[in-house]
Structures are given as structure tokens and as C-alpha cells.
Nanobody, 121 residues
Framework: QVQVVESGGGLVQPGGSLRLSCAAS????????MGWYRQAPGKQRELVAS???????NYADSVKGRFTISRDNAKNTVYLQMNSAKPEDTAVYYC???????????????WGQGTQVTVSS
């Protein structure tokens, strides 16, 4: 079994910064992509950022230049540095990890429970 646990959410003022962390643990052979989605009330879940095991990144247009995704492969951990936060960044942020549990198996996405980020003065 694989567990994915997020941390670091909370309240931040507009223009402020917050750092989210997400660690995967358990029966992990390899992790391919990791990343973050978010879901605001009444809206669909959307991709925020993703990163491959090799470090290639992808960002939603709405966060480019403000958010930075990074990962520590040795710790099976992905981070999301949120700068210049805006009220529209308010959402529940979900982490995922694309995990292979054994050599030759098809990777499966595992999800965290979500962490609330609120941008408000």
C-alpha cells in the first residue's frame, strides 16, 4: 500500500507566500510524476503543477511565474512554493504521486487527502 500525505496549508495574505509539502511512503518501487491539483468551491479540480522524476515541470497558466514545484527523489517528496498569492488561489490542494510498486508494473496514481489553502486579508 502507498500513502500520500500533504502538509503546509493554511491562511496566507494576498501577496504572501506558502509552501506545501507532500510525501509518499509505503510499497514504492519508483515514482514517476508527482504534482498538485486544486479544487475551489463550485469548480472542477484543475492541475496546478507537475514534475517528472527527471525534473521536467509543467504549470497552469494561472500560476506561472508565481508558483514553483520541486521534488526530492530521495525522500519521495514534492513541494509547491506559492509566492504572490492571490485570493483566487484559495482551494483545497491535492497532491498525487504516480507510483510503480514493483519492476515492470504499470504506475498508478495515489492521492492525498488534500490541504486547504486560503488567501485572504
Amino acid at each position: 500500500q502507498v500513502q500520500v500525505v500533504e502538509s503546509g496549508g493554511g491562511l496566507v495574505q494576498p501577496g504572501g507566500s506558502l509552501r506545501l509539502s507532500c510525501a509518499a511512503s509505503g510499497s514504492i518501487f519508483s515514482i514517476w510524476a508527482m504534482g498538485w491539483y486544486r479544487q475551489a468551491p463550485g469548480k472542477q479540480r484543475e492541475l496546478v503543477a507537475s514534475i517528472t522524476s527527471g525534473g521536467s515541470t509543467n504549470y497552469a497558466d494561472s500560476v506561472k511565474g508565481r508558483f514553483t514545484i520541486s521534488r526530492d527523489n530521495a525522500k519521495n517528496t514534492v513541494y509547491l512554493q506559492m509566492n504572490s498569492a492571490k485570493p483566487e488561489d484559495t482551494a483545497v490542494y491535492y497532491c498525487y504521486a504516480d507510483v510503480g510498486t514493483a519492476r515492470g508494473t504499470v504506475p498508478i496514481d495515489y492521492w492525498g487527502q488534500g490541504t486547504q489553502v486560503t488567501v485572504s486579508s
